[in-house]
């Protein structure tokens, strides 16, 4: 039986579907060795250096869990004993606020609350009285809340440490403890992030379909994004392309903002995460990227205007309420990205506005890299531009293309 240990890590970023690659890319620039891009993220091995660096400076990852334990368990008393052998304590204090989630996959044990719960009792077993555990329920186990029993015995034994002043997302919350039984093989991971990564702190203000700031980071680097030349986004919505490109093109740090779940573990390392905070200060820029985004809805492009100034990234972007009819291309070329509407945004007509778009591109942009976030390959086709093979991805629970002309 594998279990954690507080020096080596066995790690685990999980990536939006479709976008492990991009994850996995960032992980060689922070100098991992051989990460390794599975479904649904990037497995890789590190110290609490690496820990920290991926939760503060990824800006593809969702979340970074680290592994606390693998083993076989086909019948609960066996879930039970071997889960709470491992070492806890090494990583989570006695009180502090803990959820467990669970998924379970061709298992003899198939019920995923019953999972949570004995999870939840081993560790409240191995760390003793007064430990906060609350299994979170299934979707199916929510639909019949009243025939599962809850455990949550926080009795506020442990005070976690005051956030770092000025964080905009100041409670981290209970550390989250990832469950999954897969032909009987139990997996075991805490969440460090607490909050999900693309939460960066910036965006209050909404519009229609955001766009997470993951997936949008992740395009912008699958698009080969120069800082050195001109974006445009014509759709800019709540402002993520345009924000994140401009946090990237000044080297500033997505986590910087936030509060990280690892923070309240038992081994943090003051001295190393002032370390990795200093580093990601002091690795930022003053360099004044073009960036220029607009949309039709005056409401869209007050909310992104607010969301820059909160990144702190306001005098980098050019704001402009337009219809896309008025869309003039910077000087060029440059980089035009954008997730187009599709759906309910844009009624029971898309693919006119899709031909309107292409039209206007070949018009106006014939020298510059057009990257789309399409409702489906179809409306795609409709711009009528030379698209290379597209990037499949989730976004909003539905499987979208994005894609792009050749680079010029």
Known sequence: MSSLTPSRLSLFAVSPPGLEHLTRAELFAF????????????????FLSHLY??????????????????????????????????????FLRPGAPVTVRATCHKSKLYHSDGVAERIADA?????????????????????????????????ASFAP??????????????????????HDLCTLSLDSSGEHLHKRGYRLATAKAPLRETIAAALLLHAAYDPARPLLDPFCGAGTFAIEAALMARNIAPGLHRR??????????TQEWGEQLKRARAGAND??????????????????????????????????????SAIEPPPGPGLLIGNLPYGKRVGDSPRNLYAQFGKIVRAKFSNWRVGILAGNMSLAQATGLDFESPLILENGGLKVPFVQTPQT
């Open 161 to 182: 440490p005051a956030p770092f002043r000025g964080s905009r997302l100041e409670n981290a919350g209970p550390t989250g403890i990832v469950v999954r039984l897969d």
């Open 287 to 324: 360099s004044a990227p073009a960036i220029f985004a607009s949309d039709r809805d005056e409401g869209a492009v007050a909310a992104a205007t607010a969301n820059a100034a909160r990144a702190g990234v306001a005098a980098n972007i050019q704001w402009r309420v337009c219809p896309l």
């Open 260 to 269: 990280f779940a690892f923070i309240d573990w038992v081994n943090f390392d």
């Open 31 to 46: 100098g991992i060795n051989q990460p390794r891009a599975v479904p649904g993220g990037v497995e890789f091995e590190g």
């Open 123 to 155: 560790i409240h077993d191995r760390l003793g009285p007064g430990t906060g555990i609350e299994p979170q329920p299934s979707k199916e186990g929510r639909r019949h809340k009243d025939r599962k029993e809850e455990i949550n015995t926080n009795l």
């Open 53 to 90: 660096r991926v939760n503060l400076c990824s800006r593809t990852a969702s979340r970074v869990l680290v592994r606390a334990g693998e083993f076989y368990a086909a019948a609960f008393e066996e879930l039970h004993r071997k889960a709470s052998a491992l070492p806890w304590e090494k």
